[in-house]
């Protein structure tokens, strides 16, 4: 059985067993939907953090997780412990990604040299794991927000000896993302933000996190790393307010800098729930602007205000992302699906990290089977086509084309009758749309 008492996790399909049987019900990693395999749409990836480190702490209350590799107490023995439980554990899953943060994998020393060399020790392990299980890296990045140097950010900070500290920081990272042939950078800016206006320089703050940025891109073109560099966007938490607020500010921020032929963007469910928005919207929005890089695939509490990184479960939420990654054609050329996620509280054995992988694995290959069928049937692409249909000819096509002013518009409508406009207009008829796209679910489903 190896180190976890779990055996593979196998295909079972939907009448499989019992709702606490280990197994799964729609995730078939080589069925073919919409013309390439379910593993290949959905690129599943373990995140380190979540997965191994979290110990399931809240605000009050210390952890109640069991894991196997708590037996070390020594924490670099510890660290590379879970190296082989953590491989085990993807292999047992039939994933074929991890991500992590530098931190994640390995512990600090006093210097950054003594961290670098923890770090090396564990990642020559990490390599060997990789090497015989055929595991990639969907992504790595370096953790800029938990050590308390880091209160005030890492880019972002007041203090230009903790900045430098954290340009070599991301350099080692670097290395280490092309050493294990990372397919994706990631930043994420814990704490890159601000929590009053009255003591920042909110201009000069950006100012150098772009250059950060510039930096790193400019240190992996130097060494040969070939990765999409990624921005996570999230609006708050832990700081009152993150640079990086959501999809649209984050673009806004590349575009700004000239950052935009470099970055991409790395979505999560949660972050688009604090920023006020749907997970579909963050993922629409990268998708028709060009910058859809890669997903976290988690959700939270929508009663409650902060990052709650549930495994997903919702699958109204979870087709209507895959319904955008379909119509993208892919979530990326390099991205995927990690679990930001970790188990409730409640959850606390050993076997629940498998239950909670299995849940937001199936989760979103039921939304991957929903939204296929909707494709396949072209519902919403029609829907969509015939709301907007008076932009096809006439005046509206003209319009499109840019080839009117406000004269030849006013000249256009100037008289025109209230019952004419009226007439121009149709019922959305949302309530039906709701409904069919529930109906698909109940039938796509039915039919898996």
Not at 220 to 246: R, V
Not at 285 to 303: C, I, M, P, V, W
């Given at each position: ?8 996790i ?16 729609y995730?078939?990693?080589d069925?073919?939907?919409a013309?390439?395999k379910?593993?290949?749409?959905l690129?599943f ?5 979540h997965?191994?480190n979290?110990?399931l ?13 708590y037996?070390y107490?020594d924490?670099?023995d510890q660290?590379?412990a879970?190296v ?12 074929e990604y991890?991500?992590?943060h530098?931190?994640?994998i390995?512990p600090?020393g006093?210097?950054?040299?003594e961290?670098?060399?923890n770090l090396d ?5 990490i390599e060997?794991?990789m090497k015989a ?5 969907l ?6 927000f938990?050590?308390?140097?880091y209160?005030?950010?890492?880019a972002?900070t007041?203090?230009?000896?903790i900045?430098a ?7 080692k990272s670097?290395?280490i993302g092309?050493?294990l042939?990372?397919e994706?950078y ?6 890159e ?5 009255w003591?920042?320089?909110m ?5 150098h996190?772009a ?16 990765a ?7 609006p ?5 307010h993150?640079?990086?607020?959501d ?5 806004a921020?590349?575009?700004?800098y000239?950052?935009?032929d470099?970055f ?5 469910g949660n972050?688009?729930?604090?920023a006020g928005?749907?997970y579909?919207h963050?993922v ?6 060009g910058?859809l890089?890669?997903l976290?695939a ?6 409650i205000?902060?990052?709650m990184d549930?495994?997903p479960?919702?699958l109204y939420?979870a087709?209507?992302?895959m319904w ?13 699906l990690?679990?930001?996620?970790k ?8 076997e629940?990290?498998f ?5 937001g694995?199936?989760?979103f ?5 929903v939204?296929?069928?909707m494709h396949?049937?072209?519902?919403i692409?029609?829907v ?6 008076s932009?096809?000819?006439?005046i509206?096509?003209?319009i499109?084309e840019?080839k009117?002013?406000l004269?030849?518009l ?5 008289d025109?009758t ?5 007439a121009a207009?149709?019922s959305d008829?949302l309530e039906v749309v ?15």
């Amino acid at each position: 059985m190896g180190l976890w008492s779990v055996d593979k996790i196998e295909y079972i399909g939907r009448k499989g067993g019992t709702p606490e049987t280990l197994g799964f019900r729609y995730y078939d990693a080589d069925k073919v939907v919409a013309g390439k395999k379910m593993k290949d749409w959905l690129r599943f990836g373990v995140a380190w953090w979540h997965t191994f480190n979290q110990e399931l702490v809240d605000p009050f209350g210390t952890g109640t997780a069991q894991r196997p590799y708590y037996k070390y107490t020594d924490p670099m023995d510890q660290a590379l412990a879970k190296v082989d439980y953590a491989f085990e554990l993807f292999t047992k899953l039939g994933v074929e990604y991890f991500c992590f943060h530098d931190r994640d994998i390995a512990p600090e020393g006093d210097t950054l040299r003594e961290t670098n060399a923890n770090l090396d020790k564990v990642v020559d392990k990490i390599e060997e794991n990789m090497k015989a299980t055929g595991i990639k890296l969907l992504w790595n990045t370096c953790s800029l927000f938990t050590n308390p140097r880091y209160f005030a950010g890492g880019a972002t900070t007041p203090y230009a000896d903790i900045y430098a500290y954290a340009g070599g920081q991301l350099k080692k990272s670097l290395e280490i993302g092309k050493r294990l042939g990372a397919e994706n950078y990631v930043f994420w800016g814990g704490r890159e933000g601000y929590e009053s206006l009255w003591n920042t320089q909110m201009k000069r703050e950006q100012d150098h996190i772009a250059e950060f940025y510039r930096m790193g891109h400019e240190y992996a073109k130097e060494i040969g790393m070939d990765a999409q560099f990624l921005i996570e966007p999230k609006p708050k938490e832990p700081t009152l307010h993150q640079y990086d607020f959501d999809a649209a500010t984050t673009v806004a921020f590349l575009k700004t800098y000239g950052l935009d032929d470099i970055f991409k963007l790395n979505l999560e469910g949660n972050h688009a729930n604090l920023a006020g928005h749907t997970y579909q919207h963050e993922v629409r929005y990268a998708r028709e602007t060009g910058f859809l890089g890669s997903l976290d695939a988690n959700q939270g509490d929508k009663l409650i205000g902060w990052d709650m990184d549930e495994f997903p479960s919702d699958l109204y939420d979870a087709v209507s992302v895959m319904w955008e990654v379909l119509a993208a054609g892919g979530i990326g050329p390099h991205g995927g699906l990690n679990f930001d996620s970790k188990p409730r509280r409640s959850s606390f054995e050993a076997e629940d990290l498998f239950r909670s992988h299995i849940v937001g694995m199936d989760t979103f290959a039921a939304g991957l089977l929903v939204a296929a069928k909707m494709h396949e049937d072209g519902y919403i692409e029609n829907v969509q086509a015939k709301r907007y249909e008076s932009f096809d000819s006439g005046i509206g096509k003209s319009i499109e084309e840019g080839k009117e002013s406000l004269a030849s518009l006013e000249s256009y409508a100037l008289d025109k009758t209230q019952a004419e406009l009226i007439a121009a207009e149709r019922s959305d008829q949302l309530e039906v749309v709701k409904a069919s796209i529930n109906n698909y679910i109940v039938d796509a489903l039915a039919e898996a």
